[in-house]
T-cell receptor
Framework: AQTVTQSQPEMSVQEAETVTLSCTYD???????LFWYKQPPSRQMILVIR??????QNATENRFSVNFQKAAKSFSLKISDSQLGDAAMYFC???????????????FGTGTRLQVTL | DAGVTQSPTHLIKTRGQQVTLRCSPK?????VSWYQQALGQGPQFIFQ???????QRGNFPDRFSGHQFPNYSSELNVNALLLGDSALYLC????????????FGSGTRLTVV
């Protein structure tokens, strides 16, 4: 079974600074998807960024980028120019490739709470 | 265009009771997945529905059951509630492959007393 580990329960960053959230995963599959989700106090999971394992290029979405190291099974999220609105729980998630009879379920880590200070 | 709608937003039940949670998927999505998120934890997969059938179940007892209707909306039923069932229940909709992403609702906060 796949597992996702987030070893940083809490992180803090000053406004306008850069922070990196860590995520490692364990899988025997070669093709899969990785996601970072943000969960603010409103509770809704919001997709931040996604990465297909077969793509070597790291995904980027505006101020958010990932460092995907497939061999090391590492998938870290970098937030640049941090803003107060970035404060939330961040979850790393894994999804297996879709196969007949296999649900496209997400396996989540335990999350990292990001605080943004002035 | 409405996203995923879940109802109710909050619910308090007594041990041993039964509860039904509801989810309306995002327009255009045909697959609904349910997750349980205990306090301070990441969401855990309960099950997924597609074409009104359960495709896969996570490590949850039979007290947890579900249904998907022809309009793709879904219900999660939990029987014989335990204190440990207290959690945030999230619904996520997608296309079957999930390749174009999952849209989550804001969840139902269930408290069992």
């Amino acid at each position: 079974a796949q597992t996702v580990t987030q070893s940083q329960p809490e992180m803090s960053v000053q406004e306008a600074e850069t922070v990196t959230l860590s995520c490692t995963y364990d899988t025997s599959e070669s093709d899969y998807y990785l996601f970072w989700y943000k969960q603010p106090p409103s509770r809704q999971m919001i997709l931040v960024i996604r990465q297909e394992a077969y793509k070597q290029q790291n995904a980027t979405e505006n101020r958010f980028s990932v460092n995907f190291q497939k061999a090391a099974k590492s998938f870290s999220l970098k937030i640049s120019d941090s803003q107060l609105g970035d404060a939330a729980m961040y979850f790393c998630a894994y999804r297996s490739p879709i196969n007949t009879g296999t649900a496209s379920k997400l396996t989540f880590g335990t999350g990292t709470r990001l605080q943004v200070t002035l | 265009d409405a996203g995923v709608t879940q109802s109710p937003t909050h619910l308090i039940k007594t041990r041993g009771q039964q509860v039904t949670l509801r989810c309306s998927p995002k327009s255009g999505h045909d697959t609904v997945s349910w997750y349980q998120q205990a306090l301070g934890q990441g969401p855990q997969f309960i099950f997924q529905y597609y074409e009104e059938e359960e495709r896969q179940r996570g490590n949850f007892p039979d007290r947890f059951s579900g249904h998907q209707f022809p309009n793709y909306s879904s219900e999660l039923n939990v029987n014989a509630l335990l204190l440990g069932d207290s959690a945030l229940y999230l619904c996520a909709s997608s296309l079957l492959s999930g390749d174009y992403g999952y849209t989550f609702g804001s969840g139902t906060r269930l408290t069992v007393v």
